[in-house]
């Protein structure tokens, strides 16, 4: 049969993948965390190329002595990052950090300051969504889930990290984070996880649930692996992160004198385990349940308040 | 420096005479009395202060491993909790009093966070004088003066917190500060080094007088050990409790999966140097300059105030407290005013 198609066309099926995939794989990411505990290396290793530049390496960031302490309230900047890796779908991360969170002496206006701009976006979907004329192309900038980056302390939880923690996770899909985790001893490791973990419990603090729907799920015996999976998951929160800028061949590693890290090897760290859930098989459920749980209960509130 | 007078001629006794032996009469009589070393360890929690203290030490000085797993309660303000011990070492006692604080940098608003260890400071001065301005003193006046304060900053590789600018600048003013970066296995060895210098550039930027200090009465090398180690400050940190397997060795350290650090090895941290300093060269010096400048300084502010409220009799004075107060649990706003300006002598620090 002769064609009006050049050789090279795509099946009917292969485009509407390539449809699909290019309309659903974006994600809105927040993360949450003080200055210097690792959130733009973590971006970095996340999408596995130097998105923001590692200053310090070439030497060229010692800063002005006499440069002005500039405004030192809390900001939340906003990034793009196109993440492009060989054979998989690319996908658009529009990545949120806090700058000066737990900053200032005086904190207690951060969870306040951090809710605002999660409903700012909420507002802005919800006077779309009540246009007469609406348009469909409007891009939606909610917040999809947010990561909550804890130090390691050896300590339970800290009466700034509880009334945050509460306050934001009421919003959006909040999932915490031990960050910089490298330099934990394997005891200390567990420790904190558990000492995280349960005091996230006793102060009833509304963190992501990976088995929470999971009785709605008709589970048949083929998903006896994502029950597993999502069992894993949840007995590994927090989610211990280690990131790196440096990269030596293939991977990023973390070189100290005493050894190299290799931070994709999930022994050392969650970094893989929560990469597979942020984008491959949590992407979608993190929109759904922000849509339809966190969004809807504004929306609920703030038409009811008319 | 004395009025001039021509220098005494040295001359050589043409026998041995032995009075020589007036440093080991000095020895003894000190070995005798033991001495005291009164060390504060400020710092938000988990940055590892208990852990250094014990590590600084070899000894259980201070409770690390208790408090991981206690419910303890959340401390709403900063609390003082000194804990003392006496070691033995060749015959040599040293009686420490470690200096806790909880709580310090630990709430949602820390706003004069430092307050209750400004004041703590400021009370064993004013004890130390009351004690020593009575009519019958005692032979030896109890040393609880603070001598050396290990401020703890928090591996960020950042500009210091206003919190730290503000904590450092009042506490260096009245006492010695050592200012420590805390788990500093958590920085690679360049972050390390810029961390220092970015710390560095912030201590001379906020002029903090951060210890040791100039003098002119040290020798050359004492000067050049000064400059060495100002270099090295802020020490990286790392402690440890335990003993691990290195290279077939038990030494004190951290097993992590990707390997161990060795905290007495240099090339990994700088803990035998902040150990070195503080019990190895610097020890007398920061007992001696808390003593002849940071008391000093309070003890001649106070009697000129008692000078001027002896002459002007209209002035009101407080009564005198002859007991360390305990801070109550709020701290109290008339902290920070010098004592000068009210008159008081003793115990304004309520």
Redesign the interface.
Known sequence: MSSLLPETAFTAEEIRQRKFTKKSLSLNLLLIG????GMKTFVNSLCKMNYFKDK??DGS???N??EE?RD?SLKIETHTIDVVEPNTSPIRLRVSLTRNFA??????NNAKAIVDFILNEYDLALQEELKIKRNPRVADNRIHVGLYFL??????L???EI?NMKKIGERINLIPVIG?A?????GEYI?NKE?ISSSIKENNIPVFNFLEFLDDLEVSDDDIEEVTYLRILQASLPFGIIASN?RQGENFV????????NIEDE??SDLKLLRSVLFGSHIQEFKDLTINLKYEKYRVEKLSEK | MSASIDEPQLTQPQKYVGFDTITTQIENRLLKRGFQFNVMVVGR???GKSTLINTLFSAGLAQSTG???S?EP?EKTTEIKVNSHSLIENNVRLNINVIDTPGFG??????KCWEPLVKYIKEQHSQYLRKELTAQREKFIPDTRVHCILYFI??????L???DV?ALKKLSEIANVVPIIA?S??L????RA?FK??LQ??F??YNFNIYPYDSDDLYPEEKQLNEDIKSLIPFAIAGSETEVQINGELVKG?????????VEDV??CEFVFLRDFLTRTHLQDLIETTAVVHYESFRSKQLIALKENASNPNRQSAPIQSQVVPPSTQPSQQDLKTQSSNGNLFGSTR
Do not use: C
């Open positions: 003080e200055n210097g505990i310090s390496l960031v010692l800063y002595i006499y302490r030192s900053y200032n002496l005086d904190n207690s130090r390691a302390k050896n300590r339970k800290n009466e700034f009334e910089k490298d330099t934990l001893t394997e420790l000492l440096f973390r070189r100290v004198p005493w050894g190299l890290i022994n050392n | 929690s988990g940055l408090r991981k797993v419910s959340i630990d709430q949602i608003n820390n706003e928090p591996p960020n590789g950042r500009k917190k206003q919190l503000l788990k296995d958590s690679t060895l360049e972050e810029d210098k970015v550039n912030e001379i930027k951290r097993k992590t999966k990707w390997g161990a650090i060795n090339s990994q």
